[in-house]
């Protein structure tokens, strides 16, 4: 006979001077009240016409389950709703939620769901968090795991499959969307809906010769001040000005001449002699 369940194997002996019926390991998972709060489900099995009160109807067969997910949702609301989406699926079930992610490893240890949906935290950091926690030995090492929020960038794409997840989605997509990111994650696809916008690396400015830069003399005195190590107060007091206007001509000078930061200005000046 098929597993029931995904995990901890049981060993269900029947009664002595009995052959075992097909359905003694269905009644103990049904009996068992703690199954039942776990929210443990049948994977496959014939029909049943024993008459237990919590068996379909004699002559119908159980409905086989593809995929088991486990919710993490904060917002009781959110979850129901989630729910209600997941329902319209036949081969989707939820067998198992919980409202923190910090007490639901224990219970995803318990359940081994196939796919885990995690509700949107504080932060992504949170998240990328709560998503290794899960991932842990004692968690669900083995579940796919969706977050429930929008990558905003490649670079967030990059952190949340780097930490362990599978992808992840608003829930502000139509619920048919939903389920199909879903179906796609349990079939082992990564997936991240909406499409993340590419991070592009800055461009490094091109570095101009002093006499094509354009510098203004306020600018060539702080680009000089700023090779002999002062800092924007010091070159400040040097030169009278308040500490604002100092760093505007800093900026323009950076930008003219083609420097990135404040080091490649440094050696800019002294490479072209304002430093004498």
Known sequence: ??????????????????????????????????DLLAGHHLLAEP???????????????????????????????VSAGL???????PDLAVVGSATDP???????HRVRPDLVLLGRGPGLDADLAAVAAVRRPEGAPEARILLLRRAGTTTEASRIL??????CFPLDLPPDRIIDAVHLAAAGATLFLPA????RPHSVPTERPLDQA????????????????????????????AEATVKKHLTHAMRKTGQSDRLRAALYAVRHGLTG
């Not at 006979?1 to 390991?25: F, K, N, S, V």
């Not at 910090?102 to 995803?108: E, G, N």
């Not at 003399?217 to 007091?237: C, Y």
Request: aromatic share 0%; with cysteine.
């Open 47 to 77: 029909a049943c016409t024993c008459g237990h009160p919590l068996c379909p109807s004699a002559g119908s067969t159980h409905r086989a389950v593809a995929t088991r997910i486990f919710l993490i949702e904060r917002q009781p609301v």
């Open 162 to 167: 780097m930490a362990g997840g599978s992808g």
């Open 214 to 241: 354009g510098l203004t003399d306020r600018e060539r005195q702080v680009l000089t001040h700023l090779a002999l190590g002062l800092s924007n107060a010091e070159i400040a007091r040097r030169l009278a000005l």
């Open 102 to 108: 910090a007490h639901a490893v224990a219970a995803v």
């Open 196 to 199: 993340p916008v590419p991070v």
């Open 1 to 34: 006979m098929p597993a029931l369940t995904r995990g901890t194997t049981r060993t269900l002996r029947p009664p002595a001077r009995r052959a075992p019926h097909a359905m003694d390991a269905l009644h103990t998972e049904i009996d068992n009240p703690l």
């Open 83 to 89: 729910r209600s989406v997941l329902a319209a699926a």
